[in-house]
């Protein structure tokens, strides 16, 4: 540790800037000129208040006799003014560019003109120095040309964005006539008004190669809804999901690499950051402005994220060796900051009020305008800080960003409270966390079922069947088996955990409705017309009442698809049904002349039309899904239903019965002009269209051809579900797709009646794999996003409630720490805890993969790299410290720890033991067990005191004692217990049920 670093600056940005170099070992003293209140508690730091900035002869001066290593520039002034020029010449390393590098930022202008001259993908636009012909220019352009902006550097406030021409003509005689931002306004560019979302990408740079840093988005405005009027920036999150990974490396390519390299042709070689504000717009990533510094307020929440050494990063761009570094970023963790800015701001600016509630322990508080006044820190400037938040997903990090500032107070302290929600959607669809297979349903354990039982199938095959497994019914061909009859399909299906709905909901007239529509309409995609249908009923004992509501489901169902409900089966099993439950099974048949059987697939080519029919909502598969998003959420099906048209319940809703198709196809399918039909099931989109596809063609679909229910936009934002498993899994709006060629296009639409139709894709042409890829939905991800804002706030809602910080000491296969993990990700246990850090003595254990799935940090610190017990503890405490553990969980941990790390953790430090304790302490508690020749044993929670197993009993849970147990079986069976109890007692220590006086007894509140 030896290198003297200059910082020069002080907002926000060089607060986080000294904030990440302070972490560097190479680095000794970071003197920061002039810095503020909150820059100087940072380690390392020493404020140089007296250092003339702009006098870059000075800079120099106080640099070679203070043995500066590294300049660091923040703001862009100074690099405009050529400080870099000054230092280089003098021999000192600065990481900026020089003052010709600068005019990316500081001329608009030339800008501009560079981006044109080396097509760079920016606005359209035109320069002026008179107002008049500036103004003829916005009334008279082929484009919106409401853009506004003063050439020159203007502090961040020279852009102006209009409403309409009037206000456009009105920005140009302010800056042009009135010269309200000085020189700076000398000359006005006149831009393009772009539509799209804001993206910023910076980049590292040392002249040759570019490294980009996570994508983030700024937000400018004022107030909530991106409205009032525009600021340095009230708040930003990274990374930013709106721009995508083919939409970074085109980015990277064509416009940060380009604008290095063609600067560098120019012999203005560019050294630091380079920023890219973007506007993503139809036609790909295009260039609002450049700037030749971190941004700010860009720069609070990137840095966190960053895992390489600052300084090594700055040193190797300033030595032209950025090639042969690897930059690392924190995975799956988001960062959103929320500015706290002043009163009046951002007309005006309030100083000298005193700022209470700062040292929050879950947010980092990087400072933009403070000061100490009697031994206070105060407001001194418009934007006073910045609360900055980080978690494994988005929505959690916005809510925490967002509460820190509700904590610390000032005087007429303000802060936007939507920060982040607009890339809250989109983060969900491009790596949400919940599953179907996490909910119980694996659809690739069904897929290998299948195959499996073929073989076995294969060996009952008798004359007359046609086809095999996967279709959507049964065939028969009545002729082929001796009889001159049509073909009869056969179909059978039931409703799945819709069931557990109605009979929660006491609703059970309608759930007949989806048992019919989900056999007819599998027959259907054979072109079958259904000609009779037969139902099973079980229950543990038959209430008369609603088993009749059932069959007039069925009853109605049967009735709206044309078919004869001819028989059915009662069945009464009081030692397999719960009492209340019942379960429904159907059965139908249908007929189809041979000659109009579907699918055709042989008969399907590229530029067929996809006709798709809306479905009336998640219909009657994905209910696994659907309960366990209302139970992450804590919410019951008698909630309202946010999405609602008519203020019905969450249950209400998702009863809404399954749409029957018979009648509306009927005739357009007689009429042979369908080539295929796919009822869109379990599986969703991309699974059950492939299976009506032949060898070698695809389906494209485009979102914004039919109606996406907002159903699924809820379910996609509270349960944080990705877009492809939203669409293997839900119908998403479509209940039937049709393929029919081109010609027959307008034929068949006019034969469909009584449902919304629309086309809505085409056939193609694709390699010849048979997976999910047969099945592309263009602009799902925009529709969704759109879909989805409405919701974000209330999803916002949930992660406000404050939950203990757990970090959680592990040394093998992690089956407690799952426990743990399944019970704090369940709100509907109200445990009260988050699990925020996993710490393993081991590497490569199974435990670290089942926190790395459910996107939990992990540190592996080995014991064997200490020299003593004590030592390795205190590394495991400064590990805990550091991610602001509030209790700690021992999960299968096998070491010992010392009597000074459990002082230091007394009351927060909890166990799960295999035995009832006091009995049978220690290791092999099991063996001790079947020893000791007792019958029954258990688990136990407690305290974890000096002595072994030693604590204050939190709960226990009994196990019996089998005849001819040996210790592995009774281990598993005490497993299970512990699963339970765990959970249990981290509740009432989390929740501040129970609490550890100093005799260390338990204190149990009312």
Request: glycine residues 10%; proline residues 4%; aromatic residues 6%.
């Given at each position: 540790?030896?290198?003297?670093?200059?910082?020069?600056?002080?907002?926000?940005?060089?607060?986080?800037?000294?904030?990440?170099?302070?972490?560097?070992?190479?680095?000794?003293?970071?003197?920061?000129?002039?810095?503020?209140?909150?820059?100087?508690?940072?380690?390392?730091?020493?404020?140089?208040?007296?250092?003339?900035?702009?006098?870059?002869?000075?800079?120099?001066?106080?640099?070679?006799?203070?043995?500066?290593?590294?300049?660091?520039?923040?703001?862009?002034?100074?690099?405009?003014?050529?400080?870099?020029?000054?230092?280089?010449?003098?021999?000192?390393?600065?990481?900026?560019?020089?003052?010709?590098?600068?005019?990316?930022?500081?001329?608009?202008?030339?800008?501009?003109?560079?981006?044109?001259?080396?097509?760079?993908?920016?606005?359209?636009?035109?320069?002026?120095?008179?107002?008049?012909?500036?103004?003829?220019?916005?009334?008279?352009?082929?484009?919106?040309?409401?853009?506004?902006?003063?050439?020159?550097?203007?502090?961040?406030?020279?852009?102006?964005?209009?409403?309409?021409?009037?206000?456009?003509?009105?920005?140009?005689?302010?800056?042009?006539?009135?010269?309200?931002?000085?020189?700076?306004?000398?000359?006005?560019?006149?831009?393009?008004?772009?539509?799209?979302?804001?993206?910023?990408v910076l980049a590292f740079t040392d002249g040759k190669t570019v490294q980009p840093m996570l994508p983030s988005q700024d937000h400018k405005r004022h107030l909530d809804g991106d409205k009032?009027?525009?600021?340095?920036?009230?708040?930003?999150?990274?990374?930013?999901?709106?721009?995508?990974?083919?939409?970074?490396?085109?980015?990277?390519?064509?416009?940060?690499?380009?604008?290095?390299?063609?600067?560098?042709?120019?012999?203005?070689?560019?050294?630091?950051?380079?920023?890219?504000?973007?506007?993503?717009?139809?036609?790909?990533?295009?260039?609002?402005?450049?700037?030749?510094?971190?941004?700010?307020?860009?720069?609070?929440?990137?840095?966190?994220?960053?895992?390489?050494?600052?300084?090594?990063?700055?040193?190797?761009?300033?030595?032209?060796?950025?090639?042969?570094?690897?930059?690392?970023?924190?995975?799956?963790?988001?960062?959103?900051?929320?500015?706290?800015?002043?009163?009046?701001?951002?007309?005006?600016?309030?100083?000298?009020?005193?700022?209470?509630?700062?040292?929050?322990?879950?947010?980092?508080?990087?400072?933009?305008?403070?000061?100490?006044?009697?031994?206070?820190?105060?407001?001194?400037?418009?934007?006073?800080?910045?609360?900055?938040?980080?978690?494994?997903?988005?929505?959690?990090?916005?809510?925490?960003?967002?509460?820190?500032?509700?904590?610390?107070?000032?005087?007429?302290?303000?802060?936007?409270?939507?920060?982040?929600?607009?890339?809250?959607?989109?983060?969900?669809?491009?790596?949400?966390?919940?599953?179907?297979?996490?909910?119980?349903?694996?659809?690739?354990?069904?897929?290998?079922?299948?195959?499996?039982?073929?073989?076995?199938?294969?060996?009952?095959?008798?004359?007359?069947?046609?086809?095999?497994?996967?279709?959507?019914?049964?065939?028969?061909?009545?002729?082929?088996?001796?009889?001159?009859?049509?073909?009869?399909?056969?179909?059978?299906?039931?409703?799945?955990?819709?069931?557990?709905?109605?009979?929660?909901?006491?609703?059970?007239?309608?759930?007949?409705?989806?048992?019919?529509?989900?056999?007819?309409?599998?027959?259907?995609?054979?072109?079958?017309?259904?000609?009779?249908?037969?139902?099973?009923?079980?229950?543990?004992?038959?209430?008369?009442?609603?088993?009749?509501?059932?069959?007039?489901?069925?009853?109605?169902?049967?009735?709206?698809?044309?078919?004869?409900?001819?028989?059915?089966?009662?069945?009464?099993?009081?030692?397999?049904?719960?009492?209340?439950?019942?379960?429904?099974?159907?059965?139908?048949?249908?007929?189809?002349?041979?000659?109009?059987?579907?699918?055709?697939?042989?008969?399907?080519?590229?530029?067929?039309?996809?006709?798709?029919?809306?479905?009336?909502?998640?219909?009657?598969?994905?209910?696994?899904?659907?309960?366990?998003?209302?139970?992450?959420?804590?919410?019951?099906?008698?909630?309202?239903?946010?999405?609602?048209?008519?203020?019905?319940?969450?249950?209400?809703?998702?009863?809404?019965?399954?749409?029957?198709?018979?009648?509306?196809?009927?005739?357009?399918?007689?009429?042979?002009?369908?080539?295929?039909?796919?009822?869109?099931?379990?599986?969703?989109?991309?699974?059950?269209?492939?299976?009506?596809?032949?060898?070698?063609?695809?389906?494209?679909?485009?979102?914004?051809?039919?109606?996406?229910?907002?159903?699924?936009?809820?379910?996609?934002?509270?349960?944080?579900?990705?877009?492809?498993?939203?669409?293997?899994?839900?119908?998403?709006?479509?209940?039937?797709?049709?393929?029919?060629?081109?010609?027959?296009?307008?034929?068949?639409?006019?034969?469909?009646?009584?449902?919304?139709?629309?086309?809505?894709?085409?056939?193609?042409?694709?390699?010849?794999?048979?997976?999910?890829?047969?099945?592309?939905?263009?602009?799902?991800?925009?529709?969704?996003?759109?879909?989805?804002?409405?919701?974000?706030?209330?999803?916002?809602?949930?992660?406000?409630?404050?939950?203990?910080?757990?970090?959680?000491?592990?040394?093998?296969?992690?089956?407690?720490?799952?426990?743990?993990?399944?019970?704090?990700?369940?709100?509907?246990?109200?445990?009260?805890?988050?699990?925020?850090?996993?710490?393993?003595?081991?590497?490569?254990?199974?435990?670290?993969?089942?926190?790395?799935?459910?996107?939990?940090?992990?540190?592996?610190?080995?014991?064997?790299?200490?020299?003593?017990?004590?030592?390795?503890?205190?590394?495991?405490?400064?590990?805990?410290?550091?991610?602001?553990?509030?209790?700690?969980?021992?999960?299968?941990?096998?070491?010992?720890?010392?009597?000074?790390?459990?002082?230091?953790?007394?009351?927060?430090?909890?166990?799960?033991?295999?035995?009832?304790?006091?009995?049978?302490?220690?290791?092999?508690?099991?063996?001790?067990?079947?020893?000791?020749?007792?019958?029954?044993?258990?688990?136990?929670?407690?305290?974890?005191?000096?002595?072994?197993?030693?604590?204050?009993?939190?709960?226990?849970?009994?196990?019996?004692?089998?005849?001819?147990?040996?210790?592995?079986?009774?281990?598993?069976?005490?497993?299970?217990?512990?699963?339970?109890?765990?959970?249990?007692?981290?509740?009432?220590?989390?929740?501040?049920?129970?609490?550890?006086?100093?005799?260390?007894?338990?204190?149990?509140?009312?």
């Amino acid at each position: 540790m030896s290198a003297n670093v200059l910082v020069i600056g002080s907002g926000g940005r060089e607060h986080a800037i000294c904030w990440k170099l302070s972490q560097s070992p190479e680095v000794q003293t970071l003197f920061v000129a002039p810095g503020n209140a909150g820059i100087a508690e940072v380690n390392k730091v020493q404020l140089v208040i007296d250092l003339k900035v702009n006098d870059n002869d000075a800079v120099v001066s106080w640099c070679k006799s203070h043995c500066i290593d590294l300049v660091v520039v923040g703001p862009e002034d100074p690099l405009a003014r050529g400080i870099t020029d000054t230092l280089q010449k003098a021999g000192l390393n600065c990481f900026g560019p020089g003052s010709r590098g600068a005019r990316i930022e500081a001329d608009k202008n030339w800008a501009k003109s560079f981006m044109q001259k080396h097509d760079i993908p920016t606005a359209r636009w035109k320069a002026f120095t008179d107002a008049q012909a500036a103004k003829k220019f916005i009334r008279e352009a082929p484009f919106r040309a409401l853009v506004v902006k003063a050439s020159g550097l203007a502090a961040g406030k020279g852009v102006i964005v209009a409403n309409n021409q009037e206000e456009a003509c009105k920005a140009v005689d302010d800056i042009l006539s009135n010269k309200c931002f000085g020189e700076a306004g000398h000359t006005v560019v006149v831009e393009e008004l772009l539509e799209g979302e804001e993206v910023s990408v910076l980049a590292f740079t040392d002249g040759k190669t570019v490294q980009p840093m996570l994508p983030s988005q700024d937000h400018k405005r004022h107030l909530d809804g991106d409205k009032g009027l525009n600021t340095g920036g009230m708040g930003a999150y990274c990374p930013c999901h709106l721009l995508s990974d083919s939409e970074l490396a085109c980015v990277t390519k064509n416009i940060l690499q380009r604008t290095v390299d063609e600067l560098a042709k120019e012999n203005c070689p560019f050294v630091g950051v380079l920023y890219a504000g973007l506007m993503v717009t139809k036609e790909g990533p295009k260039v609002l402005e450049f700037n030749c510094r971190f941004g700010d307020p860009e720069t609070q929440v990137i840095l966190p994220l960053l895992n390489t050494d600052l300084y090594h990063i700055m040193q190797a761009c300033c030595a032209g060796t950025l090639q042969k570094l690897q930059i690392e970023w924190q995975k799956e963790t988001y960062a959103v900051g929320v500015v706290m800015a002043s009163k009046g701001y951002p007309q005006s600016s309030s100083k000298g009020d005193v700022i209470t509630g700062l040292n929050l322990p879950k947010c980092i508080t990087f400072h933009s305008g403070t000061a100490i006044k009697n031994n206070a820190m105060v407001t001194n400037g418009g934007r006073v800080l910045i609360a900055v938040a980080l978690a494994s997903d988005l929505a959690m990090a916005a809510a925490q960003a967002t509460k820190a500032c509700s904590q610390i107070s000032f005087p007429g302290a303000q802060y936007r409270s939507d920060i982040a929600h607009k890339g809250i959607a989109r983060s969900m669809l491009y790596q949400g966390l919940l599953t179907y297979k996490q909910s119980g349903v694996d659809i690739t354990a069904g897929d290998e079922f299948v195959k499996r039982i073929k073989p076995l199938v294969a060996q009952t095959h008798r004359v007359g069947e046609i086809g095999g497994l996967g279709g959507f019914g049964a065939l028969f061909d009545v002729a082929a088996a001796g009889y001159r009859d049509p073909i009869l399909v056969s179909g059978t299906d039931g409703v799945g955990t819709k069931l557990k709905i109605a009979q929660e909901m006491n609703i059970h007239n309608t759930i007949g409705i989806d048992l019919v529509a989900m056999c007819v309409n599998d027959i259907l995609a054979h072109g079958a017309e259904p000609l009779f249908f037969l139902d099973y009923f079980a229950s543990s004992h038959l209430d008369v009442d609603v088993a009749a509501q059932v069959v007039a489901g069925i009853a109605e169902g049967c009735r709206q698809a044309g078919c004869g409900l001819v028989g059915g089966e009662t069945a009464e099993m009081p030692g397999l049904y719960a009492p209340g439950d019942y379960d429904l099974a159907g059965f139908t048949v249908g007929a189809v002349e041979k000659t109009k059987m579907l699918p055709r697939t042989q008969n399907i080519v590229a530029g067929d039309v996809v006709i798709g029919l809306s479905s009336s909502g998640v219909h009657s598969n994905g209910f696994s899904l659907v309960r366990k998003v209302l139970e992450k959420r804590g919410l019951k099906f008698h909630d309202s239903a946010p999405f609602s048209c008519s203020g019905k319940s969450l249950g209400e809703e998702f009863l809404t019965p399954t749409k029957i198709y018979v009648k509306s196809l009927l005739k357009v399918l007689q009429s042979g002009r369908v080539k295929a039909l796919a009822h869109i099931t379990g599986g969703g989109l991309t699974e059950n269209i492939p299976r009506v596809l032949p060898p070698g063609l695809a389906v494209r679909l485009n979102a914004q051809k039919w109606n996406v229910l907002p159903v699924f936009a809820w379910l996609a934002t509270m349960g944080g579900i990705s877009e492809s498993e939203l669409l293997r899994t839900f119908n998403c709006g479509l209940g039937v797709i049709l393929i029919v060629s081109a010609e027959h296009q307008s034929e068949v639409l006019a034969n469909i009646t009584e449902d919304s139709v629309s086309v809505v894709g085409c056939v193609e042409q694709c390699g010849s794999e048979r997976d999910t890829s047969l099945v592309v939905v263009d602009n799902f991800v925009s529709v969704m996003e759109a879909a989805m804002k409405p919701y974000v706030p209330s999803l916002v809602k949930y992660h406000v409630p404050d939950r203990k910080r757990v970090g959680v000491l592990i040394s093998g296969s992690g089956t407690n720490l799952q426990a743990l993990i399944d019970a704090t990700n369940d709100l509907n246990q109200g445990i009260g805890a988050e699990i925020v850090l996993v710490i393993s003595n081991k590497a490569g254990v199974a435990g670290i993969t089942r926190a790395e799935n459910a996107r939990i940090p992990t540190k592996v610190i080995k014991h064997g790299d200490f020299p003593s017990r004590l030592e390795f503890d205190m590394a495991l405490h400064a590990a805990l410290t550091n991610a602001n553990i509030d209790i700690v969980c021992l999960a299968g941990f096998m070491r010992v720890l010392t009597a000074e790390f459990v002082k230091l953790w007394k009351g927060r430090l909890i166990n799960i033991h295999p035995s009832l304790l006091p009995s049978f302490k220690g290791t092999h508690a099991h063996r001790q067990v079947l020893e000791a020749g007792v019958r029954v044993t258990g688990c136990t929670a407690h305290f974890v005191e000096a002595d072994i197993d030693a604590g204050a009993i939190l709960a226990q849970e009994t196990v019996p004692v089998e005849i001819g147990d040996t210790e592995e079986i009774l281990q598993e069976r005490v497993k299970v217990a512990e699963h339970r109890v765990f959970p249990q007692a981290l509740k009432l220590v989390a929740t501040g049920t129970v609490q550890l006086n100093q005799e260390g007894k338990l204190v149990w509140q009312k």
